[in-house]
């Protein structure tokens, strides 16, 4: 019975991941609005290592169209710049000697539409991930000493669990594809 209720634990683990992934993936999908979020993914060469921009910088919105980067010493704006232009992030910094200003230009219909398979394609991921945690946990499952009916059971409670995450990942598809169309 312990074994039966770890294989259940961490297929539920394992779907957890798969959407917090898509999570972290849909926030990277900007919908035209600045976002400081929008630069988490930028690493800064600081002293020789590579460091995440916001342990070098405040990232800030002084508006729905503009970021702010106010490095916290001022010989890392080339850095800085150079790291955000080799992110490959489709912006195109700015400096004023005291900081870096990034102008988001506002997405055309197209843009629109392709950040919207974009979405489409990390939800798609996503419940790949779910349906190969549910595919492990009923190998798993097999594997167990149960009787026939506590295997059907058991794989029934997989199959409600796979539902469920998929239904959510549905959910929030929906939601950003209507943060992205929303002009």
Same mark, same amino acid.
């Given at each position: 019975m312990e074994e039966l209720n770890f294989v259940l634990e961490t297929t539920e683990e394992a779907m957890d991941k798969a959407l917090e992934h898509l999570d972290k993936s849909f926030i990277n999908i900007r919908a035209g609005?600045?976002?400081? &979020?929008?630069?988490?993914? &930028?690493?800064?060469d600081y002293y020789g290592s590579q460091t995440p921009l916001s342990q070098v910088a405040n990232v800030n919105t002084p508006d729905a169209q503009t970021l702010s980067v106010q490095p916290w010493e001022k010989t890392l704006i080339p850095e800085i710049e150079k790291a955000i232009m080799v992110a490959n992030l489709g912006f195109n910094p700015m400096n004023n000697g005291e900081s870096i200003i990034i102008s988001i230009p506002p997405l055309t219909e197209d843009r629109r539409r392709e950040l919207v398979k974009q979405a489409k394609a990390e939800a798609e991921h996503a419940k790949v991930g779910i349906r190969n945690a549910r595919k492990d946990a009923n190998t798993e499952l097999k594997k167990l000493d149960?009787?026939? !009916?506590?295997?059907?059971?058991?794989?029934? #409670?997989?199959? #409600? %669990?796979? !539902? %469920?995450? =998929?239904?959510? =990942? !549905?959910e929030k598809y929906v939601v950003k594809e209507k943060e992205i169309m929303t002009v």
């Amino acid at each position: 019975m312990e074994e039966l209720n770890f294989v259940l634990e961490t297929t539920e683990e394992a779907m957890d991941k798969a959407l917090e992934h898509l999570d972290k993936s849909f926030i990277n999908i900007r919908a035209g609005k600045a976002n400081p &979020v929008m630069l988490s993914s &930028v690493k800064v060469d600081y002293y020789g290592s590579q460091t995440p921009l916001s342990q070098v910088a405040n990232v800030n919105t002084p508006d729905a169209q503009t970021l702010s980067v106010q490095p916290w010493e001022k010989t890392l704006i080339p850095e800085i710049e150079k790291a955000i232009m080799v992110a490959n992030l489709g912006f195109n910094p700015m400096n004023n000697g005291e900081s870096i200003i990034i102008s988001i230009p506002p997405l055309t219909e197209d843009r629109r539409r392709e950040l919207v398979k974009q979405a489409k394609a990390e939800a798609e991921h996503a419940k790949v991930g779910i349906r190969n945690a549910r595919k492990d946990a009923n190998t798993e499952l097999k594997k167990l000493d149960l009787s026939e !009916d506590e295997l059907k059971n058991a794989e029934v #409670d997989v199959q #409600d %669990k796979t !539902d %469920k995450y =998929i239904a959510t =990942i !549905d959910e929030k598809y929906v939601v950003k594809e209507k943060e992205i169309m929303t002009v």
